[in-house]
């Protein structure tokens, strides 16, 4: 079976992967991304989960590569990560009350051929306390993450709900891409790993 190389050093795209029980290596890209402005939401978590796949495909075109990028767009504005504690609260406290959509793209990549495509969840927050936003940037989980929160960690008491697929909030959409990955001929196991 040919091999898969995930382009990330997130921990979360490693276990979200990890649950298709296909056999993989992690190589984090050290690109540095290029995000241009006149670009949708939906082509530029694209473009910049290409620019990723590429990177490593340069040195590894023997594997499929897997590239992901993760953005939180609120009134058609990327929220990135971020850098401080100010810029987590102008965050938190833009999305509190309100929904806001996060896309996950990824780019699959061999010798044959490439595949881009973009997942889109909406996530609805409750109205947030100004105690639970400091509460949260005080834990620092906010600092590296898009958006200024983690569904999977402590921002999870903050999802009011969410339309579309949870694991796209957390940084892959790994059913979709599972189903991707067989026009590369590769088949997830469904026994034990």
Known sequence: ?????????????????SYALLPFDCI???????????????ELVCSLAEQKAQEIFIRHSEYVIIGSDTIVVLDGIPLGKPKNEEEAYHMLS?????????????????????????EKTEVRFWPLSEDEMAGYIASKEPFDKA???????RGAVFIHSIIGDYYNVMGLPVSRVVRELEGFGIFRHHGQS
């Open 28 to 42: 984090p890209s050290q690109i540095e991304e290029v995000m241009d402005p006149g670009l949708s939401a939906e």
């Open 1 to 17: 079976m040919k091999r898969l190389i995930l382009a990330s050093s997130s921990p979360r795209r490693k276990e979200l992967l």
């Open 147 to 153: 958006g200024g929160y983690g569904i999977q960690g």
């Open 94 to 118: 833009s999305l509190s009350g309100r929904t806001h959509d996060v896309y996950t793209g990824v780019c699959l990549m061999d010798k044959q051929k490439s595949v881009r495509f973009a």
